[in-house]
T-cell receptor
Framework: DTGVSQDPRHKITKRGQNVTFRCDPI?????LYWYRQTLGQGPEFLTY????????KSRLLSDRFSAERPKGSFSTLEIQRTEQGDSAMYLCASSLGAKPGYTFGSGTRLTVV | ELKVEQNPLFLSMQEGKNYTIYCNYSTTSDRLYWYRQDPGKSLESLFV???NGAVKQEGRLMASLDTKARLSTLHITAAVHDLSATYFCASPPDSNYQLIWGAGTKLIIKP
């Protein structure tokens, strides 16, 4: 296992289209996080899974956003009816239990035109 | 509102100089994380500080944590160009499963 994988690396979409991103965490990590990062800012927490259960969602995660982790392994983040303000880097991270430390993936850079 | 504030946000320095980045946080956590990010890249973990008085060093970087003052520092010794990057600190709120991040310190080290 070489770390946290995210796909795609880059996505350009037209406003109003739906997009879906995938994250494959480190295999033994039971916790998975999604963050969003805009240029010049620190990451902002979006949502958190422990195994397949989504335990926390940020207020930033509007109704157009949905995340799943169906079997407690990979996760998907879908954005419906994309808006220009959704343009950002979407980062996935994973961790093992309460052990401190998060491993981040390379991110998916979304551009909405 | 829980906050993490970094100072300075931008730092340009010459190789060979020393400098310190400051991270103030308002959470009550005894954990503090430092990450490095290169342009267009993801976040690389540098240090995880787990208790008051914790000090960790890796090469020319040294991080410390004072939970009473809610302050962490990242000290750079004899800077080299390869350390040019953006450095973030982050603290978990009480929930302990998410991180609140500073805005980052963009460090440029000139040869």
């Amino acid at each position: 296992d070489t770390g946290v994988s995210q796909d795609p690396r880059h996505k350009i979409t037209k406003r109003g289209q739906n997009v879906t991103f995938r994250c494959d965490p480190i295999s033994e990590h039971n916790r998975l996080y999604w963050y969003r990062q805009t240029l010049g800012q620190g990451p902002e927490f979006l949502t958190y899974f422990q195994n397949e259960a989504q335990l926390e969602k940020s207020r930033l995660l509007s109704d157009r956003f949905s995340a799943e982790r169906p079997k407690g392994s990979f996760s998907t983040l879908e954005i419906q009816r994309t808006e220009q303000g959704d343009s950002a880097m979407y980062l996935c991270a994973s961790s093992l239990g309460a052990k401190p430390g998060y491993t981040f993936g390379s991110g998916t850079r979304l551009t909405v035109v | 509102e829980l906050k993490v504030e970094q100072n300075p946000l931008f730092l340009s320095m010459q190789e060979g100089k020393n400098y310190t980045i400051y991270c103030n946080y308002s959470t009550t956590s005894d954990r503090l994380y430092w990450y490095r990010q290169d342009p267009g890249k993801s976040l690389e973990s540098l240090f995880v500080l787990l208790s008051n008085g914790a000090v960790k060093q890796e090469g020319r970087l040294m991080a410390s944590l004072d939970t009473k003052a809610r302050l962490s520092t990242l000290h750079i010794t004899a800077a080299v160009h390869d350390l040019s990057a953006t450095y973030f600190c982050a603290s978990p709120p009480d929930s302990n499963y998410q991180l609140i991040w500073g805005a980052g310190t963009k460090l440029i080290i000139k040869p």
